[in-house]
């Protein structure tokens, strides 16, 4: 099973993008899928969670109502999407699946981290 999450770039405070997580050996469809990330000095924090299945949502507090998590199935990807960019919100983001198939945001909850991807916003 690998992961791999891309998308990041250098953004503008206020900006949108874009990140997808990509799955080599597992159907994303039948697993739940977190986004994480983890800013310079920090611990790696739970952004977004979406469910196998009916695809059940969780965001953070620090995300809510400014990002949308999604997935494709034909694609076997799985998006997030950010809008109204704050500088806070550089960091790497990874994506990884929930042991349990679970919606939970323990980071220990989670596995198959893949490289992340660096989102840089300027203010």
């Known amino acids: 099973v690998q992961l791999q999450a891309f998308g990041g770039g250098l953004m503008q405070a206020g900006g949108s993008l874009r990140l997808s997580c990509a799955a080599c050996?597992?159907?994303?469809?039948?697993?739940?899928v977190g986004w994480f990330r983890q800013a310079p000095g920090k611990e790696r924090e739970f952004v977004a969670v979406?469910?196998?299945?009916?695809?059940?949502?969780s965001y953070s507090d620090s995300v809510k109502g400014r990002s949308t998590i999604s997935r494709d199935n034909a694609k076997n990807t799985v998006y997030l999407q950010m809008n109204s960019l704050k500088p806070e919100d550089t960091a790497v983001y990874y994506c990884?699946?929930?042991?349990?198939?679970?919606?939970?945001?323990?980071?220990?909850?989670?596995?198959?981290w893949g490289q992340g991807t660096q989102v840089t916003v300027s203010s």
């Open positions: 979406i469910s196998w299945g009916v695809g059940r949502t």
């Open positions: 050996g597992v159907t994303l469809g039948s697993s739940t």
């Open positions: 990884a699946i929930n042991k349990y198939g679970s919606i939970t945001v323990r980071r220990d909850d989670y596995a198959y």
